[in-house]
């Protein structure tokens, strides 16, 4: 069992930076794909970055260049630094894990089994 607690999020302006920690307690981050999804209110949650076990990572297009997934497998704390942030950025940011390619599971985020309670990004 992995608990996941987000925190970070805030009130930007646009062109801005923030970066997202995400602690993880119970096991080992290492072991998962690890993800970042964005949620907006009635529309479908959005696989925004993933980073597997062996630290190879994924972007959706929409963030590539802008955003950078990592980890800190010594503390457990999955990250997300966003930068040129945009309105179109705001959104709940969660963060997930599961076992599994992220390739496949950011397409599917279903198939993530441990999900953070999310924290709250604006961009104006």
């Known amino acids: 069992h992995v608990l996941l607690v987000e925190s970070g999020g805030g009130s930007v302006q646009v062109g801005g930076s923030l970066r997202l920690p995400c602690v993880a307690s119970?096991?080992?981050?290492?072991?998962?794909?690890m993800g970042w999804f964005r949620q907006i209110p009635d529309k479908e949650r959005e696989g925004v970055a993933g980073i597997e076990s062996d630290g190879s990572t994924s972007y959706a297009d929409s963030v590539k260049g802008r955003f950078t997934v990592s980890q800190d497998s010594a503390k457990n704390i999955l990250y997300l630094q966003m930068s040129s942030l945009k309105p179109e950025d705001t959104a709940m940011y969660v963060c997930?894990?599961?076992?599994?390619?992220?390739?496949?599971?950011?397409?599917?985020?279903?198939?993530?089994?441990?999900w953070g309670q999310g924290t709250q990004v604006t961009v104006s």
């Open positions: 119970g096991d080992t981050i290492g072991r998962y794909c």
């Open positions: 997930a894990a599961e076992v599994g390619p992220c390739w496949y599971l950011l397409q599917n985020p279903s198939r993530f089994q441990y």
